[in-house]
């Protein structure tokens, strides 16, 4: 059984700092592409930004410059350091990951339980 448990998620004023984690465990093969989402209240869920195992990234373009996502694959962990946080940043922030269990079984998709961020003075 896998799970994506993230963590790190909190208040901050506006351009302030946060890191979120993802900590993946369970029955794990190979972990492919890691992403983190957001929704904000009212909102559609939202890519911020993913990572492909051999560290390839992508941001969406309301994040460039400020965010950076990174992984460690020893630790089957995936970190987002958000800076110059704004609040319009506010959002439940969610791990997703393609996970394989096994080598002989197929790629499956896992969410995590997303953790709060919220930036307001």
């Known amino acids: 059984q896998v799970q994506l448990v993230e963590s790190g998620g909190g208040l901050v004023q506006p351009g302030g700092s946060l890191r979120l984690s993802c900590a993946a465990s369970g029955s794990i093969f190979s972990i492919n592409v890691m992403r983190w989402y957001r929704q904000a209240p009212g909102k559609e869920r939202e890519l911020v930004a993913s990572?492909?195992?051999?560290?390839?990234?992508n941001y969406a373009d309301s994040v460039k410059g400020r965010f950076t996502i990174s992984r460690d694959n020893a630790k089957e962990t995936m970190y987002l350091q958000m800076n110059s946080l704004k609040p319009e940043d506010t959002a439940v922030y969610y791990c997703?990951?393609?996970?394989?269990?096994?080598?002989?079984?197929?790629?499956?998709?896992?969410w995590g339980q997303g953790t709060q961020v919220t930036v307001s003075s």
């Open positions: 997703n990951a393609d996970i394989k269990a096994t080598m002989y079984t197929w790629w499956m998709n896992y």
């Open positions: 990572i492909t195992s051999d560290g390839s990234t």
